[in-house]
């Protein structure tokens, strides 16, 4: 059972989509929060979304990246999507990797700064 907290809001004056996410994340979460990130950002009218996802366990095989990549990037797909982790660990790489396979324009950072410059150059 996950046990995960989630924040959203819209940043009027960059256009972007801010969220953070905190605690035990499951597969089907993940799932779940891209799908209202993206629900979020049309509904808004953006094209960037910047997560924080620098407080979150994984709580899921890395293999499990596999199986649900193509339901997030589908949610993905029209969107700049920017990543704070904190470190680079295995399960951000990998996930970074898978969505770079399904051409989801989406990158990792260690900071919040560095993640909203680079949507903001976009």
């Not at 990549?69 to 920017?82: E, Q, S, W």
């Not at 904190?86 to 990792?108: I, P, S, T």
Request: with cysteine; hydrophobic share 45%.
């Amino acid at each position: 059972m996950s046990t995960l907290s989630t924040s959203i809001t819209y940043d009027d004056t960059t256009s972007l989509i801010l969220m953070t996410l905190r605690g035990c994340v499951d597969a089907e979460d993940v799932v779940n929060v891209y799908q209202i990130a993206n629900d979020y950002a049309k509904a808004h009218n953006s094209s960037k979304i910047l997560i924080d996802l620098s407080d979150v366990e994984h709580c899921f095989a890395a293999i499990d990246i596999v199986d649900f990549m193509p339901k997030v990037a589908h949610y993905l797909r029209d969107f700049a999507v920017a990543r704070v982790v904190g470190f680079e660990g295995y399960m951000h790489d990998l996930f970074l990797q898978k969505a770079k396979r399904y051409n989801v324009n989406a990158e990792n950072f260690e900071c919040f700064k560095s993640a909203k410059q680079w949507l903001c150059n976009l």
